[in-house]
């Protein structure tokens, strides 16, 4: 692409294929150090089991074993940190016990680390590890977050009584809620557990720590999606070392859902152990490891109760959620069941009344922390599944249901913005749009007419619907802070025009497969009227720029791209003070486009790269001006991004089996302004396969031993190509108000949206058969959808 001209909006393809088709990405297991070491840890085999005792001394004694660590070894060292802070209803100070970096006293779900071996290769550090001998005492489990609160449950923390992290409400006063829900002409209940989900990125998690003697300076290559916040939590809260004696890099990462932003404790021990044994350390998990360790996401249990009125409006929404955080608290572990899931609780919905009530537990399980979506699709899939079983127990249409109780339109210009009863004000939003446009690309009407003909001849077919809402573009920093966040969420981008006139770009985000080389390099193309081939976008590396907060909740164009945009700007207004200088006018008079400085109403120009040159060879020069083209900027928005559209699953389900082929899978989806269509369009492919896993194929299974069963891909089914049809994507573009590029976020549309639509299509399918389903448990294996229309075989 050499050109500028309509660049914004238009599928350029993306720059970073080049290196990772040809095998030329670099990712952090291909980083080989000088003198490097290897490191394998000892896991806890138990869920819950007293470390008696460890012996090290025939492990110590193996061949190329350099250094062994215990518990012990490292008790005096801080626990990883949780970043973000929720406190009890009555003000008590959150639960928050110690993740320490190797457990000492007990281990308390399976893959707790226990003990590291550090060796000269991989294989000489895994025969030792195995020949670590830890004497356990196996202690009572509880892996289910409801029964984890019961009297007499086994206790995960012996300072945490009931296993109780905290208690949180939000939205209206129950005792209304109540009120209005007593006085309803029907109320759907709706009992179900949103099942315990793992990232599965193709690159599992490694790191790579060293310590020069010479500087004193510590380096820590990371997969890891947020390089600076790893650094911040590692030097402030872990290991007190000074930030600028510490390198975070993160190169290439093979994608990370969620699961690569937050502190583990492998990155602080290796960083710590670095400098003991002064030489570089490697550890890269295996794929079981990876199942056991890596935070795994959502988990809840869940009643939720919606009243309508005999118009069908939603009159009022009373919920009651058991949230499970696994053994201890990840860095953003607390706000996903509360900031990120109770605030989305209002949905699309003009729902007049609405309390929340989220307890959230310990259990003897993974940590869990943010996966893709990180409570939006908790939200949604509560909100989704009871609008489409309240259609089915009041005989309405479900989408007619939707459109009764929509949020009209507004574009947060002329209309303000929309206030819900659950502390958001959502931005813009024209909810029916999405809707219609479904109904239209789906022929409802005819499916309608095809489902009772089908139904007739023994083919279950059934139609789901979604209309859901995120918030995304987190977030204003003081919002944030006042919900317990314990760092800001602001933005830095840092442009760097050469004297050639080339651009370099610095951001604070991360890029791990999103295409955010070819969409930030669009956006500074556009802006500054060069080509892309001439903008370098640079990323994931604490030493060249100062500060970021990384990539997640679909931030990165809303935050990042805007804080870029500031600095543009900034050159910009400089560049027409040079060249105001250059062609003896007014700085007031030039105006800038396509890459000239101009005086306007005249042919008198100066291009972008005689400017650039003349900032670094000022020899015709304004004498009031520094040197020099290159500015940084931080950006802190106003107020979160609210993407939003319509999903609607199409599926036949067989009688025989309850086996369920998705047969379509429309997806409306208004992100706001787009860069990149091909870019979005991918990433709502990707976040619709992941939704579609959650509902048919996916999902942790603990036994009552606390031990996961299914920790490989012998056992944990992943969706295929072929389990997928085509899906058939469009956009509506509602611009977001309050950011310079009108974005608003595409990275998790896919899965919010998804996981609802295909489930409800599934009931629907059972009810066009005389199957009054309320709830099948995810995933709809054909198992479980087969014992739920036996259950209801007379209809």
């Given at each position: 692409m050499s050109t500028t001209n309509g660049i914004i909006g238009k599928s350029v393809k993306r720059v970073e294929d080049k290196r990772f088709i040809t095998g030329k990405g670099r990712y952090t297991d291909d980083i080989v150090l000088p003198l490097q070491t290897y490191?394998?840890?000892?896991?806890?085999?138990?869920?819950?089991?007293?470390?008696?005792?460890?012996?090290?001394?025939?492990?110590?004694?193996?061949?190329?074993?350099?250094k062994i660590y215990t518990g012990a070894d490292v008790a005096d060292i801080n626990g990883v940190p949780c970043g973000w802070q929720v406190n009890f209803k009555n003000g008590d100070t959150m639960k928050e016990p110690k993740h320490a970096l190797l457990v000492a006293d007990k281990a308390r779900y399976v893959g707790d680390a226990v003990a590291v071996v550090i060796a000269e290769t991989r294989e000489q550090a895994k025969?030792?590890?195995?020949?670590?001998?830890?004497?356990?005492?196996?202690?009572?489990?509880?892996?289910?977050?409801?029964?984890?609160?019961?009297?007499?449950?086994p206790l995960v923390h012996d300072s945490v009584p009931n296993n109780m992290c905290y208690d949180w409400e939000l939205g209206n006063p129950k005792e209304e809620v109540n009120e209005a829900l007593a006085a309803t002409a029907h109320i759907t209940t709706l009992e179900f557990v949103n099942q315990r989900m793992i990232p599965n990125a193709i690159e599992p998690r490694s790191y790579n720590a060293s310590y020069d003697a010479t500087s004193e300076k510590y380096t820590l290559y990371t997969s890891t999606q947020n390089p600076h916040v790893i650094r911040l939590l590692m030097c402030a809260f872990v290991l007190g070392i000074p930030e600028h004696k510490v390198r975070v890099v993160g190169p290439d990462v093979g994608g990370g859902f969620g699961s690569k932003i937050f502190h583990y404790t492998e990155e602080a021990l290796l960083t710590w152990a670095s400098k003991n044994i002064n030489?570089?350390?490697?550890?890269?998990?295996?794929?079981?490891?990876?199942?056991?360790?890596?935070?795994?996401?959502?988990?809840?249990?869940?009643?939720?109760?919606?009243?309508f009125d005999t118009t069908g409006k939603i009159v009022g929404l009373r919920i009651k959620t058991f949230a499970n955080l696994g053994a201890y608290l990840s860095t953003f572990g607390p706000c996903i069941p509360t900031y990120l899931h109770g605030t989305l609780l209002q949905g699309l919905y003009t729902t007049p009344k609405i309390n929340v009530d989220v307890t959230a537990v310990f259990t003897n399980t993974t940590p869990v922390d943010a996966y893709r979506g990180a409570g939006r699709p908790e939200a949604t899939y509560l909100l989704e599944r009871l609008l489409d079983l309240?259609?089915?127990?009041?005989?309405?249409?479900?989408?007619?249901?939707?459109?009764?109780?929509?949020?009209?339109?507004f574009d947060g210009v002329n209309q303000p913005g929309y206030q819900t009863q659950v502390a958001l004000q959502y931005d813009s939003g024209n909810y029916e749009g999405v809707l219609y446009k479904g109904l239209e690309i789906l022929g409802y009407k005819e499916f309608r007419q095809k489902q009772q003909e089908s139904a007739q001849n023994g083919k279950l077919l059934g139609v789901g619907f979604s209309t859901y809402i995120e918030a995304c573009g987190l977030a204003p920093s003081a919002v944030a802070g006042a919900l317990g966040a314990r760092a800001g969420l602001y933005e830095m981008g840092h442009v760097r025009v050469q004297p050639t006139g080339k651009v370099t770009v610095f951001t604070g985000t991360h890029g791990h497969g999103q295409g955010h080389e070819t969409t930030f390099a669009q956006v500074v193309a556009s802006r500054l009227g060069i080509p892309m081939e001439d903008i370098e976008i640079v990323h994931g590396d604490t030493d060249a720029m100062a500060f970021?907060?990384?990539?997640?909740?679909?931030?990165?164009?809303?935050?990042?791209g805007s804080a870029i945009v500031k600095s543009i700007d900034k050159i910009i207004e400089k560049g027409k003070k040079i060249a105001a200088h250059r062609l003896e006018a007014s700085a007031d008079d030039m105006e800038f486009e396509e890459g000239k400085f101009t005086v306007k109403g005249t042919d008198k120009s100066v291009s972008f790269g005689d400017v650039a040159l003349t900032a670094y060879v000022p020899h015709v020069y304004p004498p009031d001006l520094e040197p020099g083209l290159d500015f940084s900027s931080f950006y802190d928005p106003t107020n979160f991004t609210y993407p939003f559209g319509c999903h609607i699953a199409v599926v036949e389900v067989e009688k025989e089996t309850g086996k369920v082929k998705l047969q379509r899978f429309i997806a409306v989806d208004d992100v706001g302004n787009i860069v990149n269509p091909m870019i979005v369009e991918g990433q709502i492919h990707g976040g619709v396969a992941q939704g579609v896993g959650q509902a048919l194929y996916e999902g942790a299974e603990y036994d009552s031993n606390g031990q996961l069963t299914n920790a490989s891909?012998?056992?944990?089914?992943?969706?295929?190509?072929?389990?997928?049809?085509?899906?058939?994507?469009?956009?509506?573009?509602?611009?977001?108000?309050?950011?310079p590029l009108g974005v608003k976020g595409a990275g998790e549309a896919g899965t919010i949206g998804s996981t609802p639509a295909v489930v409800n299509a599934v009931i629907d399918?059972?009810?066009?058969?005389?199957?009054?389903?309320?709830?099948?448990?995810?995933?709809?294996?054909?198992?479980?959808?087969?014992?739920?229309?036996q259950t209801t075989k007379n209809g």
């Open positions: 490191a394998s840890f000892v896991r806890s085999p138990y869920a819950h089991a007293k470390i008696l005792g460890v012996d090290t001394e025939i492990a110590q004694a193996m061949p190329g074993v350099i025969d030792a590890a195995q020949m670590v001998v830890v004497d356990y005492e196996e202690l009572p489990v509880v892996v289910d977050a409801a029964e984890a609160v019961k009297a007499g449950a030489r570089p350390i490697k550890w890269t998990a295996e794929r079981t490891e990876s199942f056991l360790t890596d935070a795994h996401g959502r988990d809840h249990v869940t009643k939720a109760e919606m009243g309240a259609a089915h127990e009041m005989e309405m249409d479900p989408a007619e249901l939707r459109l009764r109780n929509f949020i009209p339109p970021g907060m990384g990539t997640y909740g679909s931030r990165s164009l809303a935050v990042g891909y012998m056992d944990y089914c992943m969706p295929r190509a072929d389990d997928l049809p085509m899906f058939e994507t469009t956009n509506q573009i509602t611009p977001c108000p309050h950011n399918a059972l009810w066009s058969g005389g199957h009054k389903v309320k709830d099948i448990r995810m995933p709809l294996t054909p198992e479980r959808v087969w014992r739920a229309m």
